[in-house]
């Protein structure tokens, strides 16, 4: 029989890193709260019946974004046999505010304490065996990132959920009143002997006039149909499920009314009209509300505990975090030290040490050892001479054109994987909500856009964080506006190509892509889809810590890895079409490639973009290649402008491209494609995002049209500036220019109706 | 009434009640902002908001708006 053991916690908690350490997979970490946004699963290694599942991270059994309702939803309704719920040791007290609830689900828990370490370190202490007999669970002390306790909290989790089963064949289960306290201080231990079955975990206890009115629920819902069902023993402790349910109706849930099945039926109504009555009569005479009774009670139950088991030394002693976050979240430094990083991350990526790398893979690699290599051993094989073609102009001169660049995309793999570990993610959020907000977006949506610097489509799906639907798909829109990975390699080739020796190219890229998003936030929240209010922003900042160089170097390995695939598949067969297009006329004869097919077509696509500067067919195809995967673009440019150049002298393509673009021309060519639709894959997330076609379709039209618009501008303007003359063009361009500036600056915000304002605050504060 | 919207930096306050309604008062509470709870004041964002304050022992970002609902003493 298949077990399956939950990994359950906190955002930041360490779920992901025990869940690869356990079953030997490598999902992405960091340290940000909300880098998990669906779940996975993963089989124990040693036992392979056990089935682990890696849970977003929530900090309640009450959520709100799209990623921590998955979490709700398979805890509440697919019960997994038991639960580990990882506790961030230190950060005790907010942790088992969750604990308090998942032990009210009846499944039985394993705490792990993760992060044990960090709270040696300081000095604190924690009372493991005193806080065990408090909750009424099993605590297993780990450190996940090293690998210490997590294979033992999971046997522990395997051992109960074996001997729950048994229980609950037995069906002898009986809730146990002496495992129930009436107040944190007086725990009697009888009931955590080692024969009686450990899962019984103990139970928040709330006020008298609480626990009265959770009793008269329970006994309302007890008979209910579904109800009924569960609690007569079809679930494992389904008199522990009572009294979850029992909380989440007094405290008004409806859509755990609806998961029991009470939501829709007349009997289920009346029920709730009674429970609203009790609920109600509690709230007059506590003078509060229920949603705060229940939270207090906890906190306070939680307070208690925490206060007996754990001995902090100084609860705001000022840390080596707030000693870092003096400085760099301060309030003159804060945003140069941003963009002073970002600018440093694109100059040692692109323009320095990854370009050492790049120029030898590019001169030495692919410009002579290779080709010539394989030229060689080719001739001595006297193949035909279509197939050295096939081999060497299109296979070698556009995998090769795209893989040089791996030296310059691992480089900027590693400095990512270290800004996403080391905590900065949060505080960059923290730092620019302000900005973001008068932008229409979140703090929050600068994470999916700092992820998306690596890959859009995890960039894509970090936005699953964000509360608001309509934040939540404008930053899916605006996210890939930021330049990826795949796209570094086009930025690398115009800079190195047309903008030698200069500095400023390559980060401009970034910055670029920050412009085109926030110029979107401003244009697209005053659309009437896109108004209401603004996602809150109440986010934990995690501590930071040094990222360990194995964990930097795992996720630079990986998306390393991932790149080169992408190179030996979509790249290679889409290199091998271009090449095949680009030599072959409609009456298949080998020809020169300005009179193939590629040409042809190539030609009607061009005029759409001569008006950007690059009228070229070949940059015509290129961008069109592009939309399969970005590094085709560089590659189409290896076959288009290589053709036979690498293999005669070595020389690579790049002066061929300096012959075809002015410097104008290339940079409205690197913002077209940098801004424009992104790839397949990535449009494919915006479609899993947005879950509908005309969401898709929109943010696919409004990224390419935003793209034309702004490079053309770019391209129109400088011919402009640059002394070309006013022509038709520069008209168009200015028209644009004018367009924008009136979206942005005065076209009126679609006015939301009063009566929809969804505000805690009073309507004169959110005005 | 005074809020968290009216304390400075390096305040330490006890929060009195969660005003307003709805999800985004919910989570302030889930986070650990309740009754009784001690809060100091860290700091505030480099361009005025949102600020962030150490609450429960961790540390805690919240917008100013949202600031407004905490009662304090």
Redesign the interface.
Known sequence: MAITIALAGNPNSGKTTMFNDLTGSSQHTGNWPGVTVEKKEGRLKGHREVVLQDLPGI??L?P?SPEEIVSRSYLVNDRPDAIINIVDA?????NL?LTTQLLELGIPVVVALNMIDVVRKTGDEIDVKKLEQALGCEIVETCALRGEGSVQAAERAVALAKNAAVTLTKNTFAPSKNTITNTAGNAHTSSLSKEAPRFLNRRTAFSNEVEAALDSIGSLVRELGAVKDKVAGKINNGEAYLRWLSIKLFERDAEAAKDAGIADTAEGKRVLAEIEKITTAVEDKLD??S??II??GR??YI?DIVKQTVK?KN??ALTL??RI?RVV????L??PIFAGVMFLVYFIAVSTVGAWGTDWVNDVLFGSLVPDGVANGLAALGTAGWLNGLILDGIIAGVGAVIGFLPQMLVLFVLLAFLEDCGYMARIA??L???F?RFGLS?KSFIPILVGTGCGVPGIMASRTI?SDNDRRMTVMTTTFIPCGAKLPIIALIAGALFPGSMWVAPSAYFLGIFAILVSGIMLKKLKRFSGRAT????????YHLPTPGGVLRTMLERGLAFVKRAGTIVLAATVLVWFLSSFDTSMQMVDTTDSILAIIGDKIAVIFSPLGWGDWRAAVATITGLIAKENVVGTFGVLYGFAEVAEDGAEYWPQLIAAFTPLAAYAFLAFNLLCAPCFAAIGAIHREMMDVRWTLFAVAYQCGFAYVISLIIFQMGRLFGGGGFTVGSAVAIVFILTLVWMIGFKKPYAVPAGER????PAS??A | MKTLRETTNGDRVTVVKVHGEGPVRRRIMDMGVTKGAEVLIRKVAPLGDPVEINVRGYELSLRKDDAGMIEVI
Do not use: K, Q
């Open positions: 900090y309640s009450s709100y230190s950060n005790v007290e907010r505010y509060d509300d949603e705060s939270t207090d906190y306070n307070s902090r609860a705001f975090s707030d976050d979240t301060n309030r003159i804060a945003l923290f730092i909500d302000r900005i907000r703090g509360e809150p922003f109440v986010m934990e900042l995690p501590a969804l505000s805690g605050a504060e959110v």
